[in-house]
């Protein structure tokens, strides 16, 4: 298995407070990303990143933001979590030198706003 | 910009049953193609890789097929079993440098 965790696995927030997602990788890849899986929408992109403080965004990035200060860390923040980010939060990681690797996925975070 | 689509959405076959699952990509200019499996609450866990030079990909009862041409891929299961029940979803990467589109997903059932 890819070695890829994110942390927490599960959080239960209330409106309007921040919360920070950490996803972590002991691949010394390059690509990672952030998706956020919704019955009914799918796997959507909310941010990437290709490298050390370089990232971009997704279909879905308005609320959230990223850092990535080291190869193996990539944290996902909602600055002011509302209910509409309640959803699965999988970080994911690709190989290859250009990025054109395999992608592999961690176990996901369970975020409820209430 | 690309599209990925999966029908039917969700399919139910009787166990020791061949399936192919089906997957079309709208460019054509494919850098590579993925296909992952999900089995319910949990992650994504990858099956094939199909990089643009290649026709296909086997990984013993799994082949996934590449026509680029056509903007399809398929992904046969052979000797279908319980086990095999997941939602499989395929992704294109029309660059190297690009984030994979998904789709969303065809969700199998095998029943025994």
């Known amino acids: 298995d890819a070695g890829i965790t994110q942390s927490p696995r599960h959080k239960v927030t209330e409106t309007g407070t921040p919360v920070t997602l950490r996803c972590h990788q002991t691949?010394?890849?390059?690509?990672m990303y952030w998706y956020r899986q919704d019955p009914g929408h799918g796997l959507r992109l909310i941010h990437y990143?290709?490298?050390?403080?370089?990232?971009d965004k997704g279909e879905v990035s308005d609320g959230y933001s990223v850092s990535r200060s080291k190869t193996e860390d990539f944290l996902l923040t909602l600055e002011s979590a509302t209910s509409s980010q309640t959803s699965v939060y999988f970080c994911?990681?690709?190989?290859?030198?250009?990025?054109?690797?395999?992608?592999?996925f961690g176990p996901g975070t369970r975020l409820t706003v209430l | 910009k690309q599209e990925v689509t999966q029908i039917p959405a969700a399919l139910s076959v009787p166990e020791g049953e061949n399936l192919v699952l089906n997957c079309s990509f709208t460019d054509s200019a494919i850098y590579n193609l993925q296909w992952f499996r999900q089995d319910p609450g949990k992650g994504l866990t990858s099956l094939l890789l199909?990089?643009?030079?290649?026709r296909e990909q086997t990984s013993g009862r799994l082949n996934a097929s590449l026509d680029k041409s056509s903007g399809r891929s398929t992904l046969y299961i052979a000797a279908s079993q319980p086990g095999d029940s997941a939602t499989y979803l395929c992704?294109?990467?029309?660059?190297?440098?690009?984030?994979?589109?998904f789709g969303k997903g065809t969700r199998l059932s095998v029943i025994a």
């Open positions: 992704a294109a990467q029309s660059s190297g440098n690009t984030p994979l589109v």
């Open positions: 691949e010394n890849h390059r690509y």
């Open positions: 199909i990089q643009s030079s290649q």
């Open positions: 990143s290709y490298g050390v403080k370089d990232t």
């Open positions: 994911a990681i690709r190989g290859g030198a250009s990025g054109g690797g395999e992608q592999f």
